[in-house]
């Protein structure tokens, strides 16, 4: 690993739907400051390109945290540019049935990190914790031991008959109505 003075880390946002001259314009507000000062910038940036930029940021920091152990306060952005991508065509309908070409522009955007120069270099090596023990939990309830078959069948004789469980009686078989068709109702209309 490198010393910690040329240390840089880099994070690179690819294929970002912004065309490369917008997103130029906010990159360039940035390029040189303290990461807080570059947040803060970006928070108050309009622009729709700040928002990637930001999110491109803040990965970038967490690079610098996570791999080699930088504080994120105290790092400068050394680099900051943006790159063409792709071009993505599409066509658009005019009038006399003529065609014209949309080009829907992407971009690379790259920053570079690196720790300020009068800023604290690296954190200091965690103490590892002591490891804790869980709290044990409530101890469970003792299934009920299984009684023997003998036994089962005298408990089953001792219970009285009203505390078996009863039957539910079938139902009655429903009546079949009866249906006039309108013939019977006109004839007993008639007679």
């Known amino acids: ?44 940036t309009e622009r729709a390109a700040a928002r990637e930029i930001d999110k491109l940021l803040r990965s970038a920091v967490a690079n610098a945290e996570a791999n080699h152990n930088l504080i994120g306060d105290d790092l400068v952005v050394k680099a900051a540019y943006v790159d063409e991508g792709p071009t993505i065509k599409r066509w658009r309908a005019r009038a006399r049935g003529r065609a014209t070409q949309i080009r829907k522009r992407t971009c690379h955007i790259t920053l570079t990190l690196v720790p300020a120069p009068t800023a604290t270099v690296t954190r200091a090596a965690e103490p590892e914790a002591p490891v804790e023990e869980k ?24 219970k009285p008959k009203a505390e078996t469980k009863q039957k539910a009686k079938p139902r009655a078989a429903a009546k079949p109505k009866t249906t006039t068709t309108r013939k019977k109702k006109t004839e007993e209309k008639d007679s």
């Open 1 to 44: 690993m490198s010393t910690p003075e040329t240390q840089e880390v880099r994070a690179a946002a690819k294929w970002v739907r912004i065309t490369p001259r917008k997103a130029r314009l906010v990159v360039e507000h940035i390029r040189g400051r303290t990461v807080p000062e570059a947040r803060t910038v970006l928070a108050f």
């Open 135 to 158: 709290p044990k939990r409530a101890p469970r309830r003792k299934p009920a031991p299984k009684a023997k078959p003998e036994e089962a069948e005298a408990k089953a004789e001792e």
